[in-house]
């Protein structure tokens, strides 16, 4: 009965990330989702293959992101940037959480 719900909470949780914008509640939704699929501990190499694609998406995003904070900077936006700038913390900490994510998936895989 557990799997069942777990995997709806997943499902939903993933359902959230694709429409919520907010860095603070996509970093809380995203560690929800990520301890429930710990919880699960069904991985799969295609699994991994998906997450992969998802931490070269985030790393397109931080360049982006930075690129954007510099040219705020340097237009003299300082207060438009601050805000870029903790986007940018947001998506550096999803990329840490994907990345410790990815390590788990990967040893589980391994044994």
Known sequence: MYRVIAR????????MLKTDIDPERRSM???LLLAEEQ???DYSTEHLAVLDQYIAKNDEFIVRQR????QLNGD????VAK???ELLDALIET???YREHRTRI???LLT
Do not use: M, P, V, Y
């Not at 709806?8 to 359902?15: G, K, S, Y």
């Not at 690129?67 to 510099?70: E, G, L, N």
């Not at 003299?76 to 207060?79: H, P």
């Open 76 to 79: 003299g936006q300082e207060c």
């Open 67 to 70: 690129t954007i904070i510099d």
């Open 8 to 15: 709806l909470n997943i499902a939903h949780f993933e359902d």
């Open 95 to 97: 990329q840490a959480l």
């Open 106 to 108: 990967q040893d589980n």
């Open 83 to 85: 805000s870029a700038q």
């Open 39 to 41: 919880r699960l501990g």
């Open 29 to 31: 939704i995203l560690k």
